[in-house]
């Protein structure tokens, strides 16, 4: 195996809450068993090539300050194979199952789109070489229609049709390449998909172009056989001041509009729902309810910062809410939880890095066993059982059957002469319950 500068760490092992190690899991327990399954296989974790391969620690007001052997001169190809030595060693010692790609992560772009392809598709045969080499496997691929200036007036949204073709283009070989490298998934986060200025913009056209597109990736999919799920992931804002996939609920109406959502998923982004004014748990709960839950982008923001600033999650509170209604909802399945976070730009060191994903995946796993135990010890569940039971009523039921109309509900409610009374929302009674499990040491 290549050198690379992550090749002289161990493997981080999991060593329990009392470990004194820096390097160790504490609640992270790869293999233990919770409800019927190993923890692993309920997160699937996985490592973001773009932050912690090919991101330069760069801000709005300063340039690169992560120096890494692969951003140096040289042959565009060797520098893209001497990264992905690095990205698999990473893997290793972080010890995370799986890991996400875009394919301007793994491949330099060339003058033509041919030259392009013919560059990615190098990338591609090395990738696979390195994932019979190392047990990380692919959660998703993805294809990056944003940075490069030709997307600056969007991707599939784009009003001039060659940028469209180009898309389509990018996103057949993406799609073609995540199925050859076994992914479970192919996301579409559509970052220049809106607009910066409403006056420049055919909305209508736009969103037209758009649920085109989509049809023409579900059309594919089928097409090639793809077993993996599409996913779209929603952002409010940022780069654009509009993003049209703005949260779940206007990706479902999306869905609905071009009769898609029984095709497509979501992918939500923990930071891109407190944008869009929600919590994460909000996006998760109302996307199982839709039937549309996919897979997690795991991070956060900076609460005195408004942009996106995709740091690596550290909150309990959220995430175990998140964690409650992921498995209310059956799970991730063939999702999993992505780390969409990067490290400070201080924070240049590799070791850096891996402190930041032994971080993350020990405080989504201490979340996840905790909203188990939530689960297990019932008295949340039941006291929003007991908040519903009225509806448990034969005649309540009939209602939401569609078996009544408006007046025969009215006739109902004058012969049982109805009088509702006022009902505590017991809201600090359940936020002390939660308290005290969130917070207990004992999983
Ligand atoms: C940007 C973002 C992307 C997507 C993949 O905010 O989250 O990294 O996850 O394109
Ligand atoms: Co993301």
Redesign the pocket.
């Known amino acids: 195996m290549a050198d690379t500068i992550f090749s002289s760490f161990e493997t981080v092992k999991y060593e329990g809450p009392s470990s004194e190690k820096a390097l160790a899991y504490r609640w992270y327990d790869a293999d233990r068993v919770v409800l019927g399954k190993p923890l692993k296989d309920h997160l699937r974790f996985a490592v973001?090539y773009?932050?912690s391969l090919a991101m330069q620690g760069g801000d709005p007001f300063g340039g690169p300050t992560i120096q890494r052997p692969w951003f140096a001169a040289g042959d565009p190809i060797a520098q893209a194979k001497v990264k992905a030595d690095a990205a698999f060693e990473l893997f290793r010692v972080v010890g995370l199952p799986f890991f996400?790609f875009?394919d301007a992560d793994i491949a330099p772009g060339g003058e033509t789109l041919a030259e392009t392809l013919k560059n990615f598709h190098i990338m591609v045969d090395y990738l696979e070489e390195k994932l019979s080499k190392y047990s990380t496997k692919l959660l998703w691929g993805?294809a990056?229609l944003?940075s490069h200036p030709r997307f600056m007036a969007g991707a599939s949204t784009n009003p001039d049709p060659e940028v469209f073709a180009w898309c389509a283009a990018t996103v057949k070989n993406c799609m073609d390449a995540t199925k050859r490298l076994g992914g479970s998934n192919y996301?579409?986060?559509g970052?220049r998909e809106g607009y910066e200025t409403l006056l420049n913009t055919n909305m209508k056209q736009e969103l037209d172009q758009m649920g085109r597109f989509l049809t023409l990736v579900v059309e594919y999919k089928h097409k090639i056989g793809f077993d993996g799920q599409i996913l779209i992931?929603p952002?409010p804002k940022?780069p654009t001041a509009h993003q049209y996939d703005f949260d779940v609920a206007t990706v479902y109406g999306f869905l609905k509009r071009y009769g898609l959502e029984k095709e497509v998923k979501v992918?939500i982004?923990a930071?891109?729902a407190l944008l869009a004014g929600h919590t994460f748990e909000h996006e998760i709960a109302l996307a199982a309810a839709h039937g549309i839950l996919g897979s997690l982008?795991v991070?956060r923001g900076d609460a005195l910062l408004g942009w996106?600033t995709?740091q690596f999650p550290n909150e309990l509170w959220s995430l175990t809410l998140s964690m409650y209604h992921v498995i209310k909802a059956g799970g991730l399945k063939q999702g999993g939880c992505?780390f969409?976070a990067k490290v400070r730009r201080q924070s240049f060191t590799p070791e850096d890095l891996i402190h930041a994903h032994v971080g993350g995946a020990d405080i989504c796993a201490r979340a996840f066993l905790t909203a188990a135990k939530l689960i297990e010890d019932g008295r949340y569940d039941a006291i929003l059982e007991q908040r519903y039971a009225g509806w448990k009523s034969p005649e309540a039921a009939a209602i939401l059957e569609g078996k009544v109309s408006l007046d025969q509900i009215e006739a109902m409610a004058l012969k049982n002469g109805i009088n509702p009374q006022p009902r505590s929302g017991k809201q600090e009674q359940i936020e002390n319950l939660l308290a005290r499990l969130i917070y207990s040491d004992t999983l």
């Open positions: 973001a773009w932050h996400c875009h993805t990056n944003f996301v579409l986060w970052g992931e952002k940022e992918n982004e930071n891109h982008d991070n996106d995709d992505n969409d």
